[in-house]
């Protein structure tokens, strides 16, 4: 009777080993009822690491009927992103558009694009900028052709732009910032308008970004606008690439992106690189940063009297305090 307990004993451990593999938690237990924390870090830890047990077992049984199938097997599922479930936006456009057209060719920015003009831009920053506000500055004027950079020396807005007009610059740009950080962007075509405001965040030095290239050459670079298809995506499209010059000096190799994605715009500034034929890399030259549209202006700076096409209603009452003084 000893020997056959044991024997049963010996036999039914492994099966119950098992079993407890198998089945973790009862249907109805939570991990967050376990008081012990270490214990409850560590069940969960096993719960993790059986879900992707489970999901990895999915994948290769799907993987082999796939196979299986060949040539007859459905199309993979298309996965659901932030992107693809918006709600369709109603002012999107088509480029084609008769009025949209008809609308780009007498706005603003006419000159600029049928190249009547040359981008000349004044880069200027708030009162008594912080050392990273000044290198961000010097920075993007490495990145926009033909821009310069001045200091404010307590000058108001509405007085620095006759200035810049007198002075032939195309567009002005000045950045903000809050305790030591760049945290906004105000970007004024000249002579007629229109201002954006921006809120700035993720600024990422040159220094500070891993795997980074050589330093940015002279040369004119390319521009990319992704994502720019509403009427408002249109006038910020067309903002942009009004501060390059038309014709990029491709033998450079720099690439400027503004990508528009969940209504933030992302910039960066690469440099690609021929590994052969085929295959082409990239290196990341720097800065990058993050915009988001706060207001869209008519005319030229005005923060008390200015006609406004589009306002970011929320938080938009503080948005203007750095910029006005």
């Excluded at 600024?203 to 720019?228: A, C, S, Y």
């Excluded at 200015?306 to 009452?317: A, L, N, Q, R, T």
Aim: with cysteine.
């Amino acid at each position: 009777m000893a020997a056959g307990g044991d024997g049963a004993g010996g036999g039914g451990a492994p099966a119950a080993a098992a079993a407890a593999e198998r089945v973790l938690f009862p249907p109805t237990f939570s991990v967050s009822e376990i008081k012990n924390k270490q214990r409850r870090h560590f069940m969960f830890q096993r719960w993790k690491q059986q879900q992707r047990k489970e999901k990895l077992a999915n994948r290769k049984k799907r993987r082999k009927e796939r196979e299986a199938l060949g040539d007859q097997a459905p199309s993979k599922p298309v996965p659901k992103t932030i992107e693809n479930q918006r709600v369709y936006d109603e002012t999107t456009v088509d480029p084609n558009d008769e009025e949209v057209a008809f609308d780009e060719s007498t706005d603003e920015f006419a000159p600029y694009f049928n190249r009547q003009t040359i981008p000349k831009i004044l880069i200027t920053t708030s009162d008594r900028p912080r050392g990273r506000t000044v290198r961000f500055c010097e920075q993007l004027s490495t990145v926009i052709p033909n821009s310069h950079v001045y200091y404010r020396r307590g000058l108001a807005l509405k007085r620095i732009i006759p200035q810049c007009i007198a002075r032939d610059f195309t567009d002005l740009i000045v950045i903000n910032e809050d305790r030591k950080i760049p945290n906004g962007l105000v970007l004024s075509h000249l002579p007629d308008g229109p201002t954006a405001h921006f809120r700035m965040s993720s600024v990422r030095l040159r220094k500070e970004i891993k795997r980074k290239g050589k330093e940015p050459t002279q040369h004119v670079p390319e521009v990319i606008l992704n994502n720019f298809t509403t009427r408002l995506g249109h006038s910020i499209g067309r903002m942009f690439a009004s501060l390059f010059p038309h014709d990029p000096q491709f033998i450079g190799r720099q690439v400027a992106t503004f990508h528009n994605q969940r209504d933030y715009i992302f910039f960066r500034f690469h440099r690609y690189i021929f590994k052969s034929e085929k295959k082409v890399g990239i290196q990341e030259l720097g800065p990058r940063f993050t915009l988001k549209l706060r207001s869209l202006q008519k005319g030229t700076f005005d923060s008390k009297f200015g006609e406004y096409e589009w306002i970011h209603k929320v938080g938009f009452k503080n948005c203007f305090k750095s910029a006005a003084a």
